[in-house]
Nanobody, 122 residues
């Protein structure tokens, strides 16, 4: 049973920073993809960033235009991180991590999801 657990959400003023982390994906010894998605109130889920790895080696990252230059996705051994800088009120959402063998921009290919962590920017 795979259980992803996010941490690091909270409230911050515009221009501030937060770091999200996600742990619990056990299949990091082979090719895998992990990503961050978010869902704002009244909106659909949208992708934020994805990272492709084989074992502990990262071989690619992808960012949505809305977060490029402000957010950084990274891996710390088996844990997934999202460093969020220069936060804007429109970044307010519940952030979810996802993991699986392959990536997909809309999240449909990810079989495993966390429960979400709230990020509020005022």
């Amino acid at each position: 049973h795979v259980q992803l657990v996010e941490s690091g959400g909270g409230s911050v003023q515009a221009g501030g920073s937060l770091k999200l982390s996600c742990e619990g994906y056990p299949y990091t010894y082979t090719r895998h993809c992990m990503g961050w998605f978010r869902q704002a109130p009244g909106a659909g889920r949208e992708g934020v960033a994805r990272i492709m790895s084989f074992g502990y080696t990262t071989y690619g990252t992808t960012y949505e235009d809305s977060v490029k230059g402000r957010f950084t996705i990274s891996k710390d051994n088996a844990n997934l991180n999202l460093q969020m800088n220069s936060l804007k009120p429109e970044d307010t959402a519940v952030y979810y991590c996802a993991a699986g063998p392959v990536c997909s921009r809309d999240g449909s290919a990810f079989p495993y999801w966390g429960q979400g962590t709230q990020v509020t920017v005022s």
